[in-house]
């Protein structure tokens, strides 16, 4: 009977429940054995306890639950090829040849780095009989396959990632929330949103609320420019009656000559120049848990089960897929290129090409 094992890894998102409780169900159903791999990498190395069978009703209730009640962990062991070996140790005891990992692109680079090592692994387990003959023989080869959970939609070659719908709704009951008081005392309100280096959940958050200005990462205010900018569009809102002004700021948004642009220092700027009385709202983590909203659950379950189609499809030619989905249909990209798009668009910004990382991180809307 095949072994199926799953694991959520890096930051929490919500619907990464939904989508262990998919591809446990449907292990079951195509007649396999599922097994969740708790803690993340760091469950991997440690084995035993941590990586457990789990049963159709383990997972009853899962879909809307937010976070990842298998739990996740930042795994340093796992980074070096001592802990490997370990962890492949642990998943040959176990039977387990097969690892669905949900996480973002650097849980994702860490599965296809242990894929590749594997045939390595498993023949030094073998020269130093941690394993016998027989288990070398029958797993010379893992396959993984790739969730994308994060509430950054910072992957490229997937529209979505799971986890960030639910995180933009949480954003704008936030803001909505702070709208009110806004009103009430005709208040500015800077708004610090997460996302690390992707603007999806600012631009997102803009819209869908309404904001009067906002700052991400991939369109950097120009030096010199912004401030007038933002301050005369302000202005010329409340001339028009306008009784509250939101501003979203990106945690990682930057200025043209990639200075970290603060919600400290618009707050600054608005006070002093526009005389707003200006507060600071920084969400946090408020934003990343609490219940999947019904796009992340049905993401997740879509894609978990075909994470499990990948699972039996897959053979040691084929490269580690990443469940994607593209144009509201659900697709298989080869993962770890995928991860390269993904890295490629934080070097232009880094390079300050920010033409070329809207290009890579959106083809179509790049213009
Ligand atoms: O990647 C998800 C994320 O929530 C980012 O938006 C944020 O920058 C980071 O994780 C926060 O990490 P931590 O929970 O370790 O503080």
Known sequence: ??????????????????????????????????????????????GGDMIRQLAWGDVRGWLAEGGTLIGTARCMSFRERAGRLRAAKNLISAGIDSLIVCGGDGSLTGADLFRSDWPGLVQELEDTKAITVEQANLYRHL?????VGSIDNDMSSTDVTIGAFSSLHRICEA????????????RAFVVEVMGRHCGWLAVLAALATGADFVFVPERPAQVGKWQEEMCNA?????????RKSIIIVAEGAIDSE???????????????????DTRVTTLGHVQRGGVPCAYDRMLATLQGVDAVDAVLASTPETPSPMIAINGNK??????????????????????????????????????
């Not at 409780?21 to 292990?27: D, E, F, L, M, T």
């Open 143 to 147: 396959t993984i396959v790739g969730l």
């Open 1 to 46: 009977k095949k072994k199926i094992a799953v694991m959520t890894s890096g930051g929490d998102a919500p619907g990464m429940n939904a989508a262990v409780r998919a591809v446990a169900r449907y292990a079951i159903h195509r007649g396999c054995d599922a097994f969740a791999v708790y803690e993340g990498y760091e469950g991997l190395v440690q």
């Open 175 to 186: 803001v909505d929330s702070i709208s009110s008081t806004a009103i009430s005392h005709s």
């Open 234 to 242: 302000l202005s010329a809102f409340r001339k028009e009656g306008k």
């Open 258 to 276: 990639l200075n970290h642009i603060t919600a400290e220092d618009i707050k600054k700027l608005l006070s002093e120049r526009v005389h707003l």
């Open 330 to 367: 659900i697709n298989r990209k080869p993962l770890m290129e995928a991860v390269k798009l993904t890295h490629k668009v934080a070097d232009a910004i880094e390079k300050k090409d920010f033409a070329a990382a809207m290009e890579l991180r959106d083809p179509e809307f790049a213009d």
